[in-house]
């Protein structure tokens, strides 16, 4: 080769290196971060924002509960914010029907073929306002969306974007017009949390903030930022996947849902779905705290969220009060902690 022609071969460009995938301390921090930009526009509602992210990290649907006006939308919509997800809010009324949720078949007549529209369940979070509002046949609309994370219309199976949930609100005091969940429905929900009224000083706050001018529908005015994206969402769960799980906590897991099946004051008790659902949560838990295995902490901190919706009362249990968290608390301290 001559100096002429050395000179004047192009250099073999060199790529770039890609961006080091981030480590599941960063993630974790990632995640802390989330919690302190939720706090920007939600007061007084640490437990359920961190049910939230559980639900997240383990791939689950949560069930809200609460009088209204105590932010359960708002909630929702601030977390989907922050973690840079898309997020559609449906009211669900007596005369929703399946289609409303799930999209339906319409007739373009520029082509004289049907299409399917995509319906409010193809998103990443889905708000469904008062769930129980909306008859059976609607209800069952969503069960293939929330177990097989696909719609079915025409005979075709259309996947749902990833990360799916669906984070359903539900009033604990008013029962004309709604409908009860059918038991196969409340079961595909990963966790129920309960939102409380905000103490005096969680509401001062709140109004000092509506005082300066906090406008709820405005996150960006609020300084809410995003910290994570789908991607690392996706690199957390895979991390807590890796979480263990030895042999006597798995045994304590199952220990305390065969409990809640023999209790006198529980007709139907937890189903080995709900003791799976158990463990993923845990395992979220333990992710969350910097735990490479779940411990039986953990396991008793996800038990009252968990398995609350999942336990059926016999009726005169509840004439007399007793609750599925006061019979949930006495079974974690009866059933025995491996060492």
Do not use: C
């Not at 609460?66 to 009211?91: F, I, N």
């Not at 082509?111 to 306002?129: C, K, Y």
């Not at 974007?161 to 990963?190: C, H, K, S, W």
Request: proline share 7%.
């Amino acid at each position: 080769m001559t100096e002429d022609s050395a000179h004047s071969a192009p250099a073999t460009p060199v790529a770039p290196a890609a961006p080091a995938a981030p480590s599941a301390d960063e993630l974790r921090a990632a995640f802390g971060r989330v919690r302190v930009e939720v706090a920007k526009s939600v007061v007084g509602q640490d437990a359920a924002v961190t049910g939230l992210v559980i639900a997240l990290l383990a791939g689950g649907h949560v069930l809200l509960e609460g009088v209204p006006g105590v932010a359960k939308t708002l909630l929702v919509r601030t977390l989907s914010h922050t973690l840079r997800l898309d997020t559609k809010r449906v009211q669900f009324t007596p005369d929703l029907m399946p289609g409303d949720v799930t999209g339906s078949l319409v007739y373009d007549a520029k082509t004289s073929e049907f299409e399917f529209r995509d319906g409010p369940v193809f998103t990443n979070i889905m708000l469904a306002d008062e769930i129980n509002r909306t008859p059976p046949k609607t209800q069952s609309a969503l069960l293939e969306a929330m177990e097989e994370r696909q719609v079915s219309v025409d005979g075709l199976s259309r996947p749902l974007p990833v990360p799916f949930m669906v984070a359903a609100t539900m009033n604990p005091i008013e029962y004309e017009g709604t409908y009860t969940l059918p038991e196969a429905q409340l079961d595909r929900f990963l966790m129920k949390l309960v939102l409380d009224l905000p103490s005096r000083d969680d509401e001062v706050e709140v109004l000092t903030r509506h005082a300066s001018g906090f406008n709820p529908r405005d996150l960006a005015a609020a300084g809410v930022t995003a910290v994570l994206d789908a991607n690392q969402l996706a690199a957390a769960q895979a991390s807590v996947a890796t979480v263990g799980a030895s042999a006597d906590v798995i045994g304590y897991a199952v220990d305390v849902a065969r409990a809640t099946r023999q209790s006198p004051s529980v007709r139907l008790g937890v189903s080995p779905r709900g003791t799976t659902a158990l463990l993923a949560a845990a395992k979220a838990w333990a992710w969350l705290n910097g735990f490479d295995a779940i411990t039986p902490d953990h396991v008793q901190a996800m038990a009252l969220p968990v398995l609350r919706h999942r336990l059926q009362l016999r009726p005169e249990a509840e004439l007399e009060g007793v609750s599925a968290d006061t019979i949930l608390r006495s079974i974690l301290q009866q059933v025995r902690v491996p060492i």
